[in-house]
């Protein structure tokens, strides 16, 4: 015995080799490795009673006219597997399950993409306070005009040293050597006399 997987069915060893050569997935049911999710669609399927119920709908097929082959009859079992699964000559979807409304499948609400948490605001400005009033500016420099010195007055003339004073930088004394004669020779004539001593001091004689 095996089990046809295309279509949940039973059929003997000769239908199983027949199916395989359809390119229908078969399985040995002693020899084999079932999973859990095998054995499930398996028994949800509704097995040989349902698969007869639609590829073999009673509107459609006869048993008379189109019995069912001998498990003898290779060739004959070949024809009818084409017939009812490759041409789908007898099929038909049963009245109750055309009937059955679909169940709507209530879309699971998209669960919201967490956001990253906002990074904090620093705020550089903070210790400033916008309303307080303005600092008082440093007073001024005084700007001085360097051109007014050009423009002062001459400074006043020290006072000439009348009287007994000696001005050593005043006009010559009047005891001065006097110039010699416009026609004097150095190399012929005598030297002029010198002049009386200036006493400095003022102690004469």
């Known amino acids: 015995m095996a089990v046809c997987l295309d279509f949940h069915t039973f059929v003997c060893t000769t239908c199983s080799g027949v199916h395989r050569e359809f390119q229908h997935k078969c399985k040995g049911i ?114 001085v005009d360097l051109m007014d010195a050009f423009n002062a007055p001459p400074p006043a003339a020290a006072p000439s040293n009348g009287g007994g004073g000696n001005d050593w930088f005043s006009a010559p004394s009047a005891n001065a050597a006097p110039a010699p004669p416009a026609n004097w020779d150095p190399f012929t004539s005598s030297a002029p006399a010198p002049a009386p001593a200036n006493d400095l001091l003022g102690g004469g004689g």
């Open 30 to 143: 002693s020899m084999s490795k079932w999973s859990p999710e095998e054995v499930e669609d398996l028994e949800k399927s509704g097995g040989n009673t349902r698969d007869a119920a639609m590829y073999l709908a009673p509107s459609k097929w006869d048993s008379n006219s189109n019995p069912k082959p001998e498990s003898g009859q290779r060739d004959k079992i070949k024809r009818f597997i084409e017939q009812k699964y490759v041409d789908k000559r007898w099929f038909e979807i049963p009245k109750k399950e055309a009937e059955k409304p679909k169940e709507d499948k209530k879309p699971e609400s998209a669960k919201p993409t967490p956001t990253a948490a906002a990074a904090p605001v620093v705020d550089l400005m903070g210790k400033m306070d916008i309303n307080a009033p303005p600092a008082k500016a440093a007073p001024a420099a005084p700007v």
